[in-house]
């Protein structure tokens, strides 16, 4: 155990100082625990136990490190403090001891390599502090395996069940076959937990690197169907010739390609790399990044398909018609479900609707300046999303190696679509998103050139001006007068 690294911690040093001044006995368990030990990143997640009320250490700690403390669950007498660092912050919870002493209190979580722990005083006062391991999570780690406390751990809070899914994902550890069982004879129970904790666990499961992973395992166990019932007849969907996988296959790959990209950003993209990754990173809701956020609609980009499906009467040819309306219609329903914001229902909302619009360019002959122009018109800064989408969706349709450096030949139409995927990228970054120039014409001189009233026209005129301004079919003031009073131009 690395306690040098603990002692350093100014969250640790404050608590044992407070914890000194109320001369209360604390234990530092679960998280920060397991990943000193897993040596991955942490001190963004603290959590304390202590005998008794807590509320007061909470409300110490909040004061002397400017944060805010609040009650976090009133049943278990839980607290936490928010702490701001710059953009980041860092979460501390304090909770009640559960049973008569830290064995006790540690038993009742929710996985063993979530079940240690170590006295502060000891962290502070002695060279090598005890690890309090009752379950074996230490073993555990070492074998890389995940394993539940007890059936009952799961049954009191459902959650546990999903959250197994995403330890599994981002701490690469198997998920033992007697915990397995446990959560398939007990996934019904999943429904009992608020949407409003399904949603954060379930982003927090995207927001990492294995989301492909995350979404398998959900689905293995049987918990994906119980939280999206809409995902029913999926696994055996045939979408024709143009795919080499099952609807539900397909919703994997798109996922497990969506994250490829994005760990590839500057290797495709060095010119963007950086802008790229920046812009995924945004926050779109609390807790909620625009990547994870990307990655859901990645999944469920095709629900409209099953409604949709029928033969083309010339052939024995799938047919879609429309799926990309119905899929939004049933996306919207299930962001509200879950207590989206407004913010990322319209985003999941425009995406599922205009995610077939890259497939429609790539059949052109060429991509023109007001064809891209109107793109992003559309869909705004969305449209970087939506171009990430179809290549996602494209290299999830077939059976291709996505590893780097990229070596394998793609086939013509799904190079086609990569190709007009970075011709949109060049377009947004080098052309749409530049600050424009001063139009040629504004609102008056159109009301003095054509005789017009103030009102709704001169704003449409002003418009269809500016497109045609910024995709090159008006270059002077002049020609921009000639522009607006050709009807068939304007």
Do not use: C
């Not at 599994?168 to 959560?183: F, G, H, N, V, W």
């Not at 005789?451 to 005129?461: A, D, I, M, R, S």
């Amino acid at each position: 155990m690395k306690e040098r690294l603990l002692r350093e911690s100014k969250i640790l040093q404050a608590v044992h100082r407070l914890s000194q001044k109320r001369e209360k006995e604390v234990y530092l368990v679960g998280g920060t625990i397991r990943d000193l030990l897993l040596e991955r990143p942490w001190g963004r997640d603290f959590d304390f136990v202590t005998s008794g009320e807590v509320s007061n250490l909470a409300k110490d700690l909040a004061t002397e490190a400017g944060g805010q403390a609040f009650s976090l669950n009133d049943s278990f007498g839980t607290w936490r403090v928010v702490l701001k660092r710059g953009k980041s912050k860092i979460d501390v919870d304090f909770s009640p001891m559960q049973g008569i002493n830290i064995l006790e209190d540690l038993q009742q979580r929710d996985f063993t390599v979530n079940s240690m722990g170590m006295n502060l005083e000891e962290i502070f006062h002695q060279e090598t502090p005890s690890l309090i391991d009752p379950l074996g999570g230490l073993s555990d780690l070492r074998k890389k395996v995940l394993r539940a406390n007890s059936e009952d751990s799961l049954v009191q809070d459902p959650l546990r069940m999903l959250r197994a899914f995403r330890f599994s994902a981002t701490l690469r550890l198997k998920i033992k076959e007697e915990t397995l069982e446990m959560i398939q004879r007990n996934k019904k129970h999943i429904l009992r937990s608020a949407w409003e904790r399904i949603r954060s666990e379930f982003f927090t499961g995207l927001s990492g690197t294995q989301a492909g992973r995350f979404f398998r395992g959900l689905h293995q166990s049987g918990l994906l169907e119980e939280i999206f019932p809409e995902i029913k007849g999926w696994e055996g969907l045939d979408q024709g010739n143009h795919h080499d996988f099952s609807l539900l296959e397909h919703s994997f790959r798109t996922v497990e390609a969506g994250e490829f990209i994005f760990r590839h950003f500057r290797n495709f993209y060095p010119s963007y790399g950086e802008f790229l990754e920046q812009y995924f990173s945004e926050i779109v809701e609390e807790a909620i990044s625009r990547k994870a956020l990307f990655k859901f609609v990645a999944f469920f980009h095709d629900s409209g398909k099953p409604g949709t499906r029928s033969l083309n009467p010339e052939g024995p040819i799938v047919r879609f018609l429309d799926h990309d309306q119905q899929g939004q219609k049933i996306n919207i329903i299930v962001a509200q479900r879950m207590k989206l914001s407004r913010k990322s229902v319209r985003i999941i909302s425009e995406l599922t609707r205009q995610h077939m619009r890259i497939l429609s360019l790539s059949k052109t002959e060429e991509v023109t300046p007001r064809a891209m122009y109107r793109f992003f018109r559309d869909l705004g800064k969305v449209g970087i999303d939506a171009v990430f989408l179809a290549l996602a969706d494209s290299l999830g349709s077939r059976k291709i190696l996505l590893g780097w450096p990229w070596v394998q030949e793609l086939p013509g139409d799904l190079k086609r679509v990569k190709d007009v995927a970075e011709e949109l990228l060049r377009y947004y970054y080098e052309e749409f998103s530049v600050k424009p120039a001063r139009p040629f014409l504004d609102g008056r001189e159109i009301m003095e050139a054509l005789g017009l009233p103030q009102g709704e026209k001169v704003g449409t005129l002003l418009a269809r001006l500016r497109e045609a301004e910024i995709t090159g079919m008006v270059r002077t003031k002049e020609e921009a007068l000639e522009f607006l009073k050709n009807p068939k131009k304007s």
